[in-house]
């Protein structure tokens, strides 16, 4: 799968921009302001109908304009697809293939997949358990469409759970029979993203640890671990057993949006391997490291997924934030390698991408922005 071509029109601080690209390494090269992550936003707007910068569409209208329209040309196996994302101000965004709307955005998710590596991703470290689990979501939405349907249904009925125990606090009323009308939604639906969780994570596992080791020379290692409620017990014994600390809280306490990943950093040492949390005790380069070698694990799920059968395209903003020269040389060799399709990249300066690829300038088009 390539994106030949990508159109902005008001697309947050581009009026107008227009840009064809070579089918292995783009580089986005430009002073800090002039708009490079901007680009790598359209394209994940265009694979994934939302920004993954800021979630309120409306903040994403250049100033003083009142809509924006993206066009992208996506190349995939024999077909060529059209992809047009408009947003009108004030009213409802419109995604359309090849001239024809898409009725349901959650539709489109998986059939033209992306990955994207950004500063911002340091919240799978160091944030709360919704950015893992986040992560999660996104890479098995992007092979199972069932998947995200389900999680948009339990997170419906776990909101209209959480509105009656909070309506029973008020009344001093308390409706047992509601809520086990909520539980035998919640209970399918629960049970099945847990069980596609554990799924994922043990395909997840084997590829991490081999990419850590690459990204990382080898110099330390690490790993996760799938933290969840429903290990121990299934959902609708959970629900039965939590039933007074729900109303005492007055929210759902217990359930797959409680789930997260326990990260560690596993030293090596004479002594044996100490896990420690990642979050408390890795350096800033341990822990970009975790993360890309997460989401290149990310990306090597989707592209063997039969929904996909694709290379996502792969989004890397400020591709050499945070790492040594080591770690830096040996992403772009991996990102330069055959596992890997059409990447798009942003950094302030050629140099790097340069050296790295010293004697393979055909693998790379520079692109200066601004």
């Known amino acids: 799968m390539f994106l030949n071509k990508l159109s ?9 921009i227009s840009r064809s690209f070579s089918k292995k390494i783009n580089c986005f090269i430009g002073k800090n302001g002039v708009g490079k992550t901007n680009l790598v936003d359209a394209i994940y707007y265009l694979c994934l109908t939302k920004s993954y910068f800021n979630s309120v569409d409306q903040q994403n209208i250049l100033f003083g304009k009142d809509f924006f329209r993206l066009d992208g040309e996506v190349a995939k196996g024999a077909d060529t697809f059209n992809i047009v994302y408009k947003l009108p101000s ?19 998710i998986g059939n033209f997949p992306c990955i994207i590596i950004s500063p911002d991703d340091s ?18 939405s992007q092979v199972n469409h069932e998947y995200l349907e389900w999680l948009i249904s339990y997170i419906k009925v776990l909101a209209q759970r959480n509105a009656a125990l909070k309506q029973f606090a008020e009344t001093r009323k308390i409706d047992r029979q509601l809520l086990e009308t909520y539980n035998r939604q919640l209970v399918p639906l629960g049970t099945k993203i847990y ?10 596992q084997p590829i991490f640890q081999t990419f850590y080791r690459e990204v990382s020379l080898e110099r330390e ?11 121990n017990k299934p959902l609708d014994a959970l629900l ?46 341990q822990q970009k490291s975790f993360i890309i070698s997460m989401k290149l694990s990310q990306f090597e799920i989707i592209k063997n997924s039969g929904q996909a059968n694709v290379k996502p395209v792969l989004l890397i903003d400020d591709i050499f934030d945070k790492l040594d020269n080591d770690r830096s040389r040996k992403l772009v060799e991996l990102i330069a390698s055959d596992k890997f399709g059409q990447v798009f990249l942003t950094d302030t300066d050629d140099a790097h991408i340069r050296e790295a690829l010293k004697g393979k300038e055909d693998l790379f088009e520079i692109i200066r922005i601004g």
Do not use: W
């Open 8 to 16: 902005l029109l008001n697309f947050k601080n581009h009026e107008e």
């Open 90 to 108: 004030n009213k409802r965004k419109e995604l359309s293939v090849n001239e024809v709307v898409v009725p349901k955005l959650s539709d489109h």
């Open 123 to 140: 919240q799978l470290v160091l944030g709360s358990s919704e950015e893992r689990r986040k992560f999660l979501d996104g890479t098995i």
């Open 195 to 204: 069980e596609a969780r554990k799924v994922v994570i043990e395909k997840l």
């Open 221 to 231: 290692q690490v790993s996760f671990v799938y933290n969840s409620q429903l290990h």
């Open 240 to 285: 039965h057993d939590n039933f007074d600390r729900d109303v005492m809280l007055q929210r759902t306490d217990v359930g797959i949006h409680k789930d997260d990943l326990d990260l560690y950093l596993t030293p090596k040492s004479p002594k044996g391997d100490l896990n420690s949390r990642m979050k408390k005790f890795g350096s800033q380069g």
